[in-house]
């Protein structure tokens, strides 16, 4: 059945969410909007506005950038608990129940209480050394993809022949994961995210994706091998407190989850960016601007996880800052679409400009102690992987224009569905976009309805 999106008409005081009996903004509610649309409606609604999520639930949802970074960093919220959300189901069939082993306890970003000891393990795998021993397995398989893209002239798909391949294959490496499993592994992760399956689909891909997970530690602890899922293994029986099996199982859907899905539309999105800003990617591959912060910047306009999962004020409490106020046990999801194009820290927000100089001031990869650990892995093979693309295929460019790329119909992830792209020796560079915003909007308004 579809949706339809209700608005609110905005209030003059920015610290207020939605009155009580009004129809807040729905999240992911008409298809085609991408995450960077709805964070336009939702900055005109506040700070913090209600909104409604896809299974009818209401949360509050922080576009605003300081706000974001003190609730990240601070003691008011957490994950542990109930919330206290009109709508909240407690059945496993229904898309609470998917979220909720999504969002849930038993994870690296859980509360402050647990997070030391389920981040521990996860640090420990995820350190410089491990990290920096992926940098051959990264150009491997970037080998292996150009190598089935040999002497192909037509068009591609960007995204399953490269951005999604060369994370899937590293994960493989680093976890020890059976090559012949990552498909199922890639179709259930992705599934998890995707806001138009029915709750029946979601439990399937959950049950699926779990299952996979619970063969890989049972096959590790019968033969314990050097790759991640042993580490961690090894790591969370030597740890005071220990991990169970449901946590250990936890760690390694984070992983999974982050290590293809998130990265391959990271992969894929500073592609985009680079193919439509032919000048700036000039500068870039002549060496005069660094491809850590083309990146920087890709990630700051269009974050591969466009909304970070629920957590809730632990008390009733008031930003001092901005006069927000939240209630205890109120769901809050922070929204990184809408936070990296404050108005307040970025000039002129819906341009990529990869020499500007607060590209770094986002979150796409969280904040404190709620900053994602495979965050230098992730980077290290986005770099590499944009970087070898666009000196093994120079003058590669969209199959189709700009505005016709659809993101993925997910309120949580974005990140391109498809990138059809030219190979052709003599394609030519198009007309570069600096002016005119990114290239998933294209000019194109955003839909909705008041109501």
Not at 120 to 135: F, K, M, V
Not at 207 to 230: E, F, I
Not at 330 to 348: K, N, P, Q, W, Y
Request: proline share 6%; net charge negative; glycine share 10%.
């Amino acid at each position: 059945m579809s949706l339809t999106r209700k608005l609110v008409t905005a209030n003059e005081d920015l610290s207020s969410p939605s009155p009580a009996g009004s129809c807040p903004f729905r999240l992911g509610a008409v298809p085609g909007n991408t995450a960077a649309m709805d964070g336009r409606e939702l900055r005109a609604l506040g700070r913090a506005p209600v909104v409604e999520l896809p299974d009818g639930a209401r949360v509050r949802a922080v576009v605003d950038h300081g706000l974001a970074l003190r609730l990240l960093a601070g003691p008011q919220v957490s994950r542990e608990g109930r919330g206290n959300r009109p709508g909240h189901r407690e059945d496993a069939r229904s898309a609470d129940g998917v979220i909720a082993a999504w969002v849930g306890t038993h994870h690296a970003f859980g509360s402050r209480d647990n997070q030391g000891r389920l981040r521990a393990p996860i640090a420990e795998l995820l350190t410089r050394r491990r990290t920096g021993a992926a940098a051959p397995l990264i150009e491997e398989a970037v080998d292996d993809a150009f190598a089935d893209l040999a002497g192909d002239p037509g068009v591609v798909d960007l995204v399953r022949a490269y951005a999604l391949r060369v994370p899937q294959r590293v994960i493989i490496s680093l976890l020890g994961v059976p090559a012949g499993h990552l498909p199922t592994f890639a179709a259930a992760a992705a599934g998890l995210f995707d806001a138009t399956a029915t709750a029946d689909e979601l439990a399937a891909h959950l049950v699926s994706l779990l299952a996979l997970l619970d063969q890989l530690v049972a096959s590790r602890r019968a033969a314990p091998g050097d790759d991640l899922v042993g580490d961690l293994i090894r790591a969370a029986d030597t740890s005071p407190e220990g991990l169970s099996e449901q946590e250990l199982r936890d760690q390694l859907m984070l992983l999974v989850i982050a290590g293809t899905e998130a990265t391959a539309h990271a992969i894929g999105t500073l592609t985009v960016h680079l193919m439509t800003h032919p000048l700036q990617r000039a500068r870039l591959t002549a060496g005069e601007l660094r491809w850590e912060d083309a990146l920087e910047e890709s990630l700051r306009l269009q974050p591969p996880v466009a909304a970070a999962p629920l957590r809730r004020a632990v008390g009733r409490f008031t930003d001092d800052e901005t006069g927000e106020t939240f209630e205890e046990g109120e769901e809050i999801l922070i929204h990184f679409a809408a936070t990296g194009r404050d108005r307040t820290v970025h000039t002129d927000p819906d341009v990529y400009d990869i020499g500007r100089p607060t590209a770094h001031r986002h979150l796409a990869f969280g904040h404190g102690p709620h900053s994602c650990p495979g965050a230098p892995l992730a980077r290290a093979e986005v770099v590499t992987a944009v970087s070898q693309w666009f000196r093994r295929f120079p003058r590669s460019r969209l199959a189709v224009g700009p505005g016709e790329l659809r993101q993925e119909d997910a309120f949580m992830s974005s990140g391109y569905r498809t990138i059809p792209v030219l190979l052709a020796e003599d394609a030519e560079d198009v007309e570069d976009t600096e002016d005119t915003g990114e290239a998933e909007e294209a000019e194109r308004p955003a839909g909705g309805a008041v109501v």
